[in-house]
Protein backbone atom coordinates (compact mmCIF):
# COMPACT_ATOMS: atom_id res chain seq x y z
CA UNK A 1 0.00 0.00 0.00
CA UNK A 2 2.91 2.34 1.40
CA UNK A 3 4.61 1.43 -2.11
CA UNK A 4 1.44 2.71 -4.55
CA UNK A 5 1.02 6.03 -2.53
CA UNK A 6 4.59 7.10 -2.66
CA UNK A 7 4.36 5.78 -6.31
CA UNK A 8 1.42 8.01 -7.45
CA UNK A 9 2.21 10.85 -4.88
CA UNK A 10 5.88 11.27 -7.18
CA UNK A 11 4.34 10.84 -10.44
CA UNK A 12 1.49 13.81 -9.35
CA UNK A 13 4.55 15.79 -8.31
CA UNK A 14 6.54 15.73 -10.71
CA UNK A 15 3.38 16.63 -13.39
CA UNK A 16 2.52 19.81 -10.67
CA UNK A 17 6.06 21.05 -11.02
CA UNK A 18 6.22 20.56 -15.04
CA UNK A 19 2.79 22.17 -15.37
CA UNK A 20 3.71 25.05 -13.49
CA UNK A 21 7.04 25.95 -15.43
CA UNK A 22 5.37 26.00 -18.16
CA UNK A 23 2.54 28.51 -17.26
CA UNK A 24 4.82 30.56 -15.58
CA UNK A 25 6.73 31.58 -18.59
CA UNK A 26 3.56 32.19 -21.13
CA UNK A 27 3.27 36.33 -21.58
CA UNK A 28 -0.34 36.93 -23.08
CA UNK A 29 0.24 38.75 -26.92
CA UNK A 30 -1.65 42.02 -26.72
CA UNK A 31 -2.85 42.35 -30.32
CA UNK A 32 -3.00 46.25 -29.22
CA UNK A 33 0.37 46.91 -29.75
CA UNK A 34 0.40 45.18 -33.36
CA UNK A 35 0.07 47.11 -36.64
CA UNK A 36 -0.83 46.44 -40.40
CA UNK A 37 1.71 45.62 -43.18
CA UNK A 38 1.81 45.74 -47.00
CA UNK A 39 -1.33 48.53 -48.57
CA UNK A 40 -3.54 49.34 -46.49
CA UNK A 41 -6.55 48.83 -48.31
CA UNK A 42 -5.55 44.51 -48.45
CA UNK A 43 -6.35 43.80 -45.23
CA UNK A 44 -8.14 44.98 -42.64
CA UNK A 45 -7.47 43.48 -39.38
CA UNK A 46 -10.23 44.05 -36.52
CA UNK A 47 -8.97 44.06 -32.98
CA UNK A 48 -10.99 43.05 -29.83
CA UNK A 49 -11.32 45.85 -27.31
CA UNK A 50 -9.23 43.70 -25.05
CA UNK A 51 -6.60 42.89 -27.45
CA UNK A 52 -7.04 39.31 -27.35
CA UNK A 53 -8.10 38.27 -30.47
CA UNK A 54 -8.06 39.71 -34.32
CA UNK A 55 -10.63 39.43 -37.39
CA UNK A 56 -9.61 39.88 -40.92
CA UNK A 57 -12.44 40.68 -43.12
CA UNK A 58 -11.42 40.98 -47.00
CA UNK A 59 -10.50 38.24 -49.43
CA UNK A 60 -7.77 40.32 -51.26
CA UNK A 61 -3.84 41.09 -51.61
CA UNK A 62 -1.49 39.98 -49.52
CA UNK A 63 -1.80 41.37 -46.01
CA UNK A 64 0.48 41.28 -42.69
CA UNK A 65 -0.58 42.34 -38.94
CA UNK A 66 2.92 42.09 -36.88
CA UNK A 67 4.21 42.49 -33.90
CA UNK A 68 5.64 45.71 -32.61
CA UNK A 69 8.11 43.47 -30.59
CA UNK A 70 11.11 41.54 -32.02
CA UNK A 71 11.41 37.93 -31.02
CA UNK A 72 13.83 35.24 -31.13
CA UNK A 73 14.14 31.70 -29.02
CA UNK A 74 10.24 31.73 -28.58
CA UNK A 75 7.23 29.38 -28.73
CA UNK A 76 4.18 31.11 -29.49
CA UNK A 77 0.86 29.52 -29.18
CA UNK A 78 -2.63 30.67 -30.47
CA UNK A 79 -6.16 29.24 -32.03
CA UNK A 80 -7.06 30.43 -35.39
CA UNK A 81 -9.54 29.49 -38.48
CA UNK A 82 -11.93 30.90 -40.98
CA UNK A 83 -15.55 32.07 -40.26
CA UNK A 84 -17.05 31.79 -43.45
CA UNK A 85 -17.70 28.84 -45.81
CA UNK A 86 -17.89 30.89 -49.18
CA UNK A 87 -13.53 30.16 -49.86
CA UNK A 88 -11.15 28.64 -49.50
CA UNK A 89 -7.75 30.15 -49.59
CA UNK A 90 -4.54 30.85 -47.77
CA UNK A 91 -4.38 31.85 -43.75
CA UNK A 92 -0.91 31.81 -42.18
CA UNK A 93 1.56 33.62 -39.83
CA UNK A 94 4.84 35.02 -40.37
CA UNK A 95 7.61 35.06 -38.07
CA UNK A 96 11.40 36.52 -38.02
CA UNK A 97 10.01 39.25 -40.01
CA UNK A 98 11.98 42.63 -40.57
CA UNK A 99 9.83 43.89 -43.32
CA UNK A 100 8.31 43.06 -46.34
CA UNK A 101 11.49 41.32 -48.25
CA UNK A 102 12.48 39.41 -45.30
CA UNK A 103 10.44 37.16 -43.18
CA UNK A 104 9.24 33.64 -42.65
CA UNK A 105 6.12 32.68 -44.43
CA UNK A 106 3.85 29.76 -43.22
CA UNK A 107 0.66 29.34 -44.78
CA UNK A 108 -2.17 26.89 -45.31
CA UNK A 109 -4.73 26.23 -48.30
CA UNK A 110 -8.04 25.04 -48.25
CA UNK A 111 -8.30 23.54 -51.46
CA UNK A 112 -5.67 23.05 -54.83
CA UNK A 113 -7.10 25.18 -57.34
CA UNK A 114 -4.24 24.08 -60.29
CA UNK A 115 -0.55 23.22 -59.10
CA UNK A 116 0.16 25.59 -57.43
CA UNK A 117 -1.19 26.51 -55.29
CA UNK A 118 -2.35 23.02 -54.20
CA UNK A 119 -4.12 21.45 -51.02
CA UNK A 120 -1.83 21.74 -47.87
CA UNK A 121 1.14 23.52 -46.05
CA UNK A 122 3.68 25.55 -47.70
CA UNK A 123 7.19 27.12 -45.16
CA UNK A 124 8.85 29.86 -47.22
CA UNK A 125 11.56 32.55 -46.77
CA UNK A 126 11.25 35.66 -48.22
CA UNK A 127 14.32 37.65 -49.08
CA UNK A 128 15.47 41.24 -51.33
CA UNK A 129 13.55 40.92 -54.67
CA UNK A 130 10.35 39.64 -53.59
CA UNK A 131 7.05 41.38 -54.79
CA UNK A 132 5.20 40.26 -51.83
CA UNK A 133 2.32 43.37 -52.93
CA UNK A 134 0.99 41.61 -55.64
CA UNK A 135 -1.03 38.14 -56.09
CA UNK A 136 1.15 35.74 -58.09
CA UNK A 137 4.17 35.74 -56.04
CA UNK A 138 2.73 34.16 -52.90
CA UNK A 139 -0.22 32.69 -54.23
CA UNK A 140 2.37 30.38 -56.56
CA UNK A 141 5.38 30.18 -53.95
CA UNK A 142 7.49 31.58 -56.93
CA UNK A 143 9.81 33.94 -58.40
CA UNK A 144 12.80 36.48 -57.35
CA UNK A 145 13.07 36.08 -53.40
CA UNK A 146 10.66 33.29 -52.52
CA UNK A 147 12.26 30.07 -51.75
CA UNK A 148 10.12 27.10 -50.57
CA UNK A 149 11.55 25.72 -47.39
CA UNK A 150 9.13 22.63 -47.15
CA UNK A 151 5.36 21.84 -47.98
CA UNK A 152 3.31 19.04 -46.99
CA UNK A 153 0.42 18.64 -49.46
CA UNK A 154 -2.54 16.20 -50.16
CA UNK A 155 -6.07 15.50 -49.88
CA UNK A 156 -7.49 16.12 -46.49
CA UNK A 157 -4.27 18.65 -45.63
CA UNK A 158 -6.17 21.10 -45.88
CA UNK A 159 -8.39 23.44 -43.15
CA UNK A 160 -12.21 23.16 -42.55
CA UNK A 161 -14.49 25.67 -43.06
CA UNK A 162 -15.91 27.30 -39.80
CA UNK A 163 -13.14 25.34 -37.78
CA UNK A 164 -10.31 26.42 -35.54
CA UNK A 165 -6.75 25.10 -35.12
CA UNK A 166 -4.17 25.39 -32.13
CA UNK A 167 -1.08 26.55 -33.32
CA UNK A 168 2.08 26.23 -32.07
CA UNK A 169 5.68 27.59 -33.14
CA UNK A 170 9.07 27.03 -31.90
CA UNK A 171 11.18 30.14 -33.31
CA UNK A 172 14.89 29.68 -32.26
CA UNK A 173 18.77 30.53 -33.64
CA UNK A 174 18.92 26.89 -35.30
CA UNK A 175 15.27 25.69 -35.37
CA UNK A 176 11.76 26.13 -36.86
CA UNK A 177 9.10 23.86 -35.42
CA UNK A 178 5.23 24.28 -36.50
CA UNK A 179 2.28 22.15 -34.97
CA UNK A 180 -1.01 21.83 -35.79
CA UNK A 181 -4.20 20.46 -33.09
CA UNK A 182 -7.92 20.39 -34.22
CA UNK A 183 -10.24 19.01 -36.73
CA UNK A 184 -8.40 15.47 -38.29
CA UNK A 185 -5.02 17.04 -36.74
CA UNK A 186 -3.75 15.43 -33.15
CA UNK A 187 -1.15 17.82 -32.31
CA UNK A 188 0.62 16.95 -35.72
CA UNK A 189 4.30 17.98 -36.25
CA UNK A 190 3.45 19.71 -39.67
CA UNK A 191 7.43 21.11 -39.56
CA UNK A 192 10.54 20.57 -37.99
CA UNK A 193 13.57 22.50 -39.61
CA UNK A 194 16.91 22.86 -38.18
CA UNK A 195 20.79 23.79 -39.07
CA UNK A 196 19.22 27.06 -39.68
CA UNK A 197 20.45 30.73 -38.97
CA UNK A 198 17.49 32.56 -37.65
CA UNK A 199 17.74 36.22 -36.73
CA UNK A 200 15.04 38.00 -34.24
CA UNK A 201 11.86 39.56 -35.86
CA UNK A 202 8.49 40.34 -35.84
CA UNK A 203 5.56 37.49 -35.16
CA UNK A 204 2.30 38.09 -37.11
CA UNK A 205 -0.45 36.89 -38.97
CA UNK A 206 -0.65 36.55 -42.50
CA UNK A 207 -4.09 36.34 -45.17
CA UNK A 208 -4.22 36.12 -48.90
CA UNK A 209 -7.42 36.20 -50.89
CA UNK A 210 -9.04 35.21 -47.55
CA UNK A 211 -11.90 36.86 -45.79
CA UNK A 212 -13.08 36.10 -42.24
CA UNK A 213 -10.01 35.08 -40.51
CA UNK A 214 -9.84 35.09 -36.73
CA UNK A 215 -6.43 34.75 -34.52
CA UNK A 216 -7.20 34.56 -30.87
CA UNK A 217 -5.67 33.70 -27.60
CA UNK A 218 -1.62 34.39 -28.67
CA UNK A 219 0.81 33.62 -26.45
CA UNK A 220 4.68 34.06 -26.19
CA UNK A 221 7.18 32.17 -24.17
CA UNK A 222 11.06 31.75 -23.64
CA UNK A 223 12.08 28.78 -25.05
CA UNK A 224 15.74 27.32 -26.13
CA UNK A 225 15.08 23.65 -25.87
CA UNK A 226 12.21 21.26 -28.16
CA UNK A 227 10.54 24.85 -28.99
CA UNK A 228 7.11 23.95 -30.54
CA UNK A 229 7.98 20.33 -30.92
CA UNK A 230 4.85 18.17 -30.13
CA UNK A 231 4.94 16.43 -27.00
CA UNK A 232 5.96 12.85 -27.10
CA UNK A 233 8.01 11.19 -24.24
CA UNK A 234 10.62 8.91 -26.19
CA UNK A 235 10.33 5.26 -24.83
CA UNK A 236 13.87 5.66 -23.46
CA UNK A 237 13.06 8.33 -21.01
CA UNK A 238 10.03 6.54 -20.25
CA UNK A 239 11.75 3.56 -19.22
CA UNK A 240 14.19 5.29 -17.00
CA UNK A 241 11.69 7.04 -15.41
CA UNK A 242 9.97 3.86 -14.49
CA UNK A 243 13.17 2.38 -13.64
CA UNK A 244 13.70 5.10 -11.18
CA UNK A 245 10.17 4.62 -9.43
CA UNK A 246 10.75 0.84 -8.82
CA UNK A 247 14.27 2.19 -7.58
CA UNK A 248 12.88 4.32 -5.07
CA UNK A 249 10.13 2.37 -4.26
CA UNK A 250 12.16 -0.89 -3.27
CA UNK A 251 14.69 1.32 -1.74
CA UNK A 252 11.57 2.56 0.69
CA UNK A 253 9.86 -0.78 0.62
CA UNK A 254 13.12 -2.62 2.31
CA UNK A 255 13.34 -0.43 5.18
CA1 LIG B 1 -10.42 34.28 -52.23
Known amino acids: MKFKVFNTTLAGLILSATCLVNIANADIIDLNTWSQQGAAGNGNWSVAVDGSSVL ?19 EFSGTF ?34 SPPQEGFTLSKISAGADVANFNPLWTHSGVGISVIDTDYGS ?30 IDEQVFSINNLTNSAGSFGFYNLSQSLVRYSGFE ?34 KK
Open 81 to 114: GVETASDDDFMGFVFGYNGLDDFYLFDWKQGAQG
Open 156 to 185: GRGWVDNSTYDFTLGYTDTEINISINGGTF
Open 220 to 253: EATCTVDCGKVDIPEPSTLAIFALGLIGLASRRM
Open 56 to 74: QTINGLPSFFVSNESFINK
